[in-house]
């Protein structure tokens, strides 16, 4: 397995990065670029985010054994796959049919037997399986869909990009404390839109 270059992490997060083979997750004429520290396309006019990323966000969700975690735009399944290597189970939902398929099929045909991937609007959540421990939100809206919030068990964490399309986002961190919701503010992002057109 080629080291992932320039992202720094965990060492509990670099050993599930690097137990997922990333080039099985991108097209094959980007399979050269497949561990390099960039998105690339995967198609549909979307992207696999770039590992450094990747690692942020999943360590921002402090995923533990035992967790349940949402994740909403499925992509290529490489993030699912990711998070699937640290907690029980991930319920992944991509708003394109053809996405989601292929998703699907190529976490099975890998072993990832924990995740469950659903075609459908991931900002409705899934509430026939919330509560979760950790929301994570892999395409940047202008705001956390009030569905995700419901669904974000007490002292569960979510992660999402927020912003307007086409500009700069803030990858934000939102704790459900007893006490109420903590926001931070982690980083400057660039992320495609959540759409809500479903295909």
Do not use: C
């Not at 992932?4 to 670099?14: D, F, N, W």
């Not at 050993?15 to 198609?43: C, T, W």
């Not at 469950?116 to 869909?145: M, Y």
């Amino acid at each position: 397995m080629r080291a992932i270059t320039g992202a720094p992490m965990t060492e509990k997060v670099r050993r599930a990065m690097e137990a997922v083979p990333r080039h099985e997750f991108v097209p094959d004429s980007v399979k050269p670029q497949a561990y390099d520290n960039r998105p690339l396309p995967i198609g549909e006019m979307q992207t696999i985010s770039q590992p450094l990323i990747v690692a942020l966000m999943t360590q921002l969700l402090e995923p533990r054994l035992g967790d349940r975690i949402l994740e909403l735009g499925t992509g290529s399944g490489y993030q699912a796959a990711v998070l699937a290597e640290l907690v029980d189970q991930v319920y992944s939902v991509e708003i394109i049919g053809a996405l989601a398929d292929e998703a699907a099929a190529r976490l099975k045909r890998l072993g990832y037997d924990n995740v469950t991937v659903r075609h459908g609007d991931g900002t409705l959540g899934w509430e026939e399986v919330a509560p979760f421990d950790g929301i994570i939100v892999t395409a940047a809206g202008i705001e956390i869909p009030d569905a995700l919030m419901r669904q974000l068990r007490l002292g569960g964490r979510l992660v999402m990009p927020v912003g307007e399309v086409g500009g700069v986002q803030q990858l934000k961190l939102v704790e459900n404390r007893p006490e109420g919701l903590i926001n931070e503010n982690v980083l400057s992002v660039r992320f495609v839109p959540i759409t809500r057109d479903i295909r």
